[in-house]
C-alpha cells in the first residue's frame, strides 16, 4: 500500500455512476488475482473492499433494499474509509508494535468493536492480519535484498530471528531460510524481483 492509493481511495469515493463502480470493481478483482499467490491476505483484503463498493452501489441506486434492512450498516463491519485507514497505518508502521486499541483509536472505536468489525470486513481478526502483514514484508524483503534475516525480524516488527521463524512457519509451512533459499533457486526469480506483488490497492 503506498500513498498513492489514498487520492484513489477518494476517487471511489465519488464515483457517479455504477458504470464507473464497476470499472474500479474489475480493477480490484484484477489485483486481487495477481496477488492471491504470493500475498494471499492482499487479494483478500482487495475481495473485501470489493464487496464493499457492491454493496455502496446497491445502497446508492437501490435504496429500497437498504430501507428493508436497517441493520445492514452494522452487519458490513467497518466503513471502507475506515479499513483504508487501518489497512494504510498497519503498512507504514509494520516495523513497531501494532495494538488493537490504538488500531481502534484511529477510526473512534472501542477495542472490542473493532475487533468485531475488522474481522466482519476482512474474514481476519486484527492480530491476524497484522501477522500476515508482517510476513508479507518479509518475503518481499526476503526477495528484494540480502539483508540477514535477524534484521528483516527488526523490520517487520518481530523481536528476533527466532519470532520471524515461528510466525513464518505457521503461515507459510516453510522456515524464512528454506523459503529464501528456495525462491532464489526458482529459474525465473530475477525477474520477479521488477514484479514484486503490492499490497492491494485502496
Request: aromatic letters at 4%; hydrophobic letters at 40%.
Amino acid at each position: 500500500m503506498t500513498a498513492s492509493t489514498a487520492p484513489r481511495a477518494e476517487a471511489m469515493s465519488r464515483l457517479a455512476s455504477p458504470s464507473e463502480a464497476f470499472a474500479r470493481l474489475a480493477e480490484m478483482l484484477q489485483e486481487a488475482s495477481d496477488a492471491v499467490e504470493d500475498d494471499p491476505f492482499a487479494a483478500r483484503a482487495c475481495l473485501a473492499r470489493a464487496t464493499m463498493l457492491v454493496r455502496e452501489v446497491q445502497a446508492r441506486h437501490a435504496p429500497e433494499a437498504s430501507a428493508d434492512r436497517p441493520d445492514q450498516a452494522q452487519a458490513l463491519g467497518l466503513a471502507r474509509w475506515q479499513l483504508n485507514r487501518v489497512l494504510l497505518h498497519v503498512d507504514q508502521h509494520l516495523g513497531e508494535s501494532l495494538l488493537i486499541r490504538d488500531l481502534a483509536q484511529l477510526i473512534g472505536l472501542s477495542p472490542g468493536h473493532f475487533a468485531r468489525a475488522f474481522r466482519r470486513s476482512t474474514g481476519v481478526a486484527p492480530r491476524g492480519f497484522v501477522l500476515e502483514r508482517r510476513v508479507a514484508r518479509a518475503k518481499q524483503l526476503m526477495r528484494s535484498t540480502d539483508l540477514p534475516l535477524s534484521e528483516i525480524a527488526l523490520a517487520c516488527g518481530l523481536s528476533d530471528q527466532a519470532h520471524l521463524s515461528r510466525i513464518f512457519r505457521r503461515y507459510t509451512g516453510n522456515t524464512p531460510n528454506a523459503w529464501r533459499r528456495e525462491w532464489h533457486d526458482r529459474p525465473n526469480s530475477a525477474g520477479r524481483r521488477d514484479n514484486e506483488p503490492r499490497v492491494a490497492s485502496l
